[in-house]
């Protein structure tokens, strides 16, 4: 029996992630509908992954 572990990398430059940041995004109005995701980042990128994050909940909003 294998298991892989996926990797793990920083979604801004690529190389292998150190900090992983939860990523709650309500798909419905509907409470019970939340998905959870994890970005990983680097540690020199966790903020941007962060923002990054933000940004994109505005989007949604709009
Ligand atoms: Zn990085």
């Given amino acids: 029996m ?5 990797r793990t990398v ?7 992630a ?3 940041i ?3 995004e309500v798909t419905n109005n509907n409470d ?4 959870i ?3 990983y980042s680097c540690l020199d990128h966790y903020l941007q992954v962060y923002q990054k994050i933000q940004g994109e909940r505005k989007f949604r909003l709009l």
Avoid: F, H, K, V
């Avoid at 294998?2 to 996926?6: A, H, V």
């Avoid at 920083?10 to 292998?16: D, F, R, S, V």
């Avoid at 019970?32 to 998905?35: A, D, L, M």
């Fill in 2 to 6: 294998t298991s892989e572990i996926p």
């Fill in 10 to 16: 920083c979604e801004i430059c690529g190389q292998n």
């Fill in 18 to 20: 150190t900090a992983g």
């Fill in 22 to 24: 939860l990523d709650n």
């Fill in 32 to 35: 019970r509908n939340i998905q």
């Fill in 37 to 39: 995701r994890i970005r």
